[in-house]
C-alpha cells in the first residue's frame, strides 16, 4: 500500500482553508515530496510523515507557490538534524529557480547542511524523474505560462497516482495519466486558455485517461460541492481535493 498525502491544496491565493498544492507520496517507510511554495515541513509534520523519510523533492515549475519556499524547506531540514543529503528533481528552469532562492541566503555559518543534489531530467513526454525498488517516476509537459510538468508516480506492489500540476487542458497529461487509480488534477472554476483548466475540463480529462478518481486541486477561494455539478456530469468519481487530505493506492 502506498499513500498520497494532499498537504496543500489552494492556488497561489485561496481561502484560510488552503494553503498553496503540494503533494506527498510515502511507500515503503520512504516519501517523495513534490513542491515547496509554503511550509511543506511543518504540512509533513501536521501528516505524520517522519521526516527522515524524505528521500527526495520534486520541483514541477518556477512558480513561487510551487518552488518560492525552498530555502525553509532546506533550513527546517537542517534544523531538525537531518545530515544525508537531500535530493532534487526538476527541469532546467525549476532547478535554477529554487536554487537561485537559496542562494540569496547568507548560509555560510551554517554546519552541516545538508548537501543539494540537483538532478535535472528533460523537458518531454515520458522523462524519467527516478527509478528505484519503490517508484518509477515519469514527468509530462503540461500547457502554462512557464514551462512545467505533470508527474506520473508508480509505486512497487501498490498503485498509480498521476498529478497534472498547473496546466491548461492537455491532450498529454491525459495519455501521461491513462490507467492511473488516481488523477491529481489542477482546476479552476472557469478555464484559463493556455494557463488553467476548468473543473469540467479536468472531469474530461480524467474520463478519457480511464482513471479511477479524479481529485481537484490549485483551487480558487470559495469554492464548493455544488461548483463540482457540470464536472461530475462528465466524470462521476469527481471531489474536491482538502487540505490533509490522506489517500492510499
Known amino acids: 500500500m502506498a499513500v498520497l498525502h494532499l498537504l496543500g491544496t489552494g492556488a497561489a491565493f485561496s481561502d484560510a482553508r488552503r494553503t498553496t498544492t503540494m503533494l506527498a507520496f510515502e511507500h515503503g517507510g520512504h516519501t517523495l515530496v513534490v513542491d515547496c511554495g509554503g511550509d511543506v515541513i511543518q504540512r509533513l509534520q501536521v501528516a505524520g510523515v517522519a521526516l527522515e523519510s524524505i528521500e527526495g523533492l520534486i520541483v514541477t515549475h518556477e512558480h513561487a507557490d510551487h518552488a518560492g519556499a525552498f530555502p525553509l524547506f532546506m ?12 535530493p532534487v528533481y526538476g527541469i532546467e528552469p525549476a532547478l535554477a ?11 555560510k555559518i551554517w554546519q552541516n547542511v545538508p548537501e543539494i543534489q540537483w538532478h535535472r531530467f528533460e523537458h518531454r513526454a515520458g522523462a ?3 527509478r ?29 497516482v498521476a498529478y497534472s500540476c498547473d496546466t491548461a487542458r492537455s491532450d498529454a497529461i491525459v495519455e501521461m495519466a491513462k490507467g492511473a487509480d488516481i488523477l491529481v488534477h489542477e482546476a479552476q472554476k472557469l478555464a484559463f486558455p493556455g494557463v488553467h ?22 483551487l480558487p477561494p470559495g469554492v464548493e460541492e ?10 462521476a468519481h ?9 489517500h492510499e493506492f
Open 128 to 130: 524519467q524523474v527516478l
Open 226 to 235: 455544488a461548483d463540482l455539478e457540470d464536472a461530475r456530469r462528465v466524470f
Open 197 to 218: 483548466t476548468s473543473y469540467a475540463e479536468a472531469a474530461r480529462s480524467a474520463f478519457e485517461a480511464g482513471v479511477r478518481r479524479l481529485i481537484l486541486v490549485h
Open 97 to 107: 529557480q529554487a536554487r537561485r532562492a537559496w542562494e540569496s541566503f547568507d548560509t
Open 132 to 160: 528505484n525498488e519503490r517508484w518509477h517516476v515519469t514527468a509530462t509537459p503540461g500547457i502554462h505560462s512557464v514551462p512545467v510538468v505533470g508527474i506520473r508516480v508508480e509505486a512497487a506492489g501498490a498503485g498509480v
Open 238 to 246: 469527481t471531489e474536491l481535493g482538502e487540505d490533509g487530505g490522506r
Open 75 to 86: 533550513e527546517k531540514l537542517w534544523l531538525s538534524g537531518r545530515t544525508a543529503p537531500i
